[in-house]
């Protein structure tokens, strides 16, 4: 049974996902603001986060920054009421592993909760995939360049080894959403596109200046080899 850590102001709300989610197996706990949430965190690590982005004793974004820092492969799935496209993209910049705008169907929290939940559980055999001055650990989740050792989230784990695994070849954008982001992209969902930008951003260039991952219009991704 995975244990959930609500953080959300909303008590209501909170009650009414807890009552859902234990019916679909899963165990919660809930917590109104980022100091609680911050001293739940330390008592005991959950399996994943569902966490707001607006919080009465600050932003949930900045709680984000946090989390990423200090639990680098603990999933984390935002929400906001505003539904702002900013208030997405800042937070799947800041590493969040999904975003859901409120109010949203418990049905589709839950499906998405185990998405999160599945792409982040560790491999049952390290992979360990190799390419020019790039060595990847997908067991921990690791990328060494030139050296220099670079945390990935789960997400841009599984989205790297994608594109690894065939270099110089276009993946397409759904087959990348579903080995990723464990679920197909709706209409107008940049999710993918912020992952893709993170991962740049992480990895940089190739030692030559030109850029490691690069985007085919109309199909898909590739990583250069």
Same mark, same amino acid.
């Given at each position: 049974?995975? &244990?959930?850590? *609500?953080?959300?102001?909303?008590?209501? *709300?909170?009650?009414?996902?807890?009552?859902?989610?234990?019916?679909?197996?899963?165990?919660?706990?809930?917590?109104?603001?980022?100091?609680?949430?911050?001293?739940?965190?330390?008592?005991?690590?959950?399996?994943?986060?569902?966490?707001?982005?607006?919080?009465?004793?600050?932003? @949930?974004?900045?709680?984000?920054?946090?989390?990423?820092?200090?639990?680098?492969?603990?999933?984390?799935?935002?929400?906001?009421?505003?539904?702002?496209?900013?208030?997405?993209?800042?937070? *799947?910049?800041? @590493?969040?592993?999904?975003?859901?705008?409120?109010?949203?169907?418990?049905?589709?929290?839950?499906?998405?909760?185990?998405?999160?939940?599945?792409?982040?559980?560790?491999?049952? =055999?390290?992979?360990?995939?190799?390419?020019?001055?790039?060595?990847?650990?997908?067991?921990?989740?690791?990328?060494?360049?030139?050296?220099?050792?670079?945390?990935?989230?789960?997400? &841009?784990?599984?989205?790297?080894?994608?594109?690894?695994?065939?270099?110089?070849?276009?993946?397409?954008?759904?087959?990348? =959403?579903?080995? =990723?982001?464990?679920?197909?992209?709706?209409?107008?969902?940049?999710?993918?596109?912020?992952?893709?930008?993170?991962?740049?951003?992480?990895?940089?260039?190739?030692?030559?200046?030109?850029?490691?991952?690069?985007?085919?219009?109309?199909?898909?991704?590739?990583?250069?080899?």
């Amino acid at each position: 049974m995975s &244990e959930l850590l *609500l953080i959300d102001d909303d008590r209501e *709300l909170c009650e009414l996902l807890a009552s859902w989610l234990a019916q679909e197996g899963f165990q919660m706990r809930a917590c109104h603001d980022g100091r609680d949430a911050r001293l739940a965190l330390i008592e005991k690590t959950p399996d994943a986060v569902v966490l707001d982005v607006m919080l009465p004793d600050g932003s @949930g974004l900045e709680l984000l920054k946090q989390l990423r820092g200090d639990y680098p492969d603990l999933p984390v799935l935002m929400l906001s009421a505003r539904g702002e496209p900013l208030d997405r993209i800042l937070g *799947l910049e800041l @590493g969040a592993d999904d975003y859901l705008a409120k109010p949203c169907d418990p049905r589709e929290l839950t499906a998405r909760l185990r998405a999160v939940l599945r792409r982040t559980q560790p491999p049952a =055999a390290s992979t360990q995939l190799g390419l020019g001055d790039l060595c990847f650990s997908s067991a921990r989740g690791v990328v060494d360049i030139g050296g220099l050792e670079i945390a990935l989230t789960a997400s &841009e784990s599984r989205l790297l080894e994608a594109l690894l695994r065939q270099p110089g070849e276009p993946v397409d954008k759904q087959t990348l =959403a579903q080995l =990723a982001l464990g679920r197909k992209l709706t209409l107008y969902d940049r999710s993918l596109d912020m992952h893709v930008s993170n991962l740049r951003k992480k990895l940089g260039p190739h030692p030559d200046g030109s850029p490691r991952i690069l985007a085919l219009r109309s199909r898909g991704y590739y990583y250069s080899a």
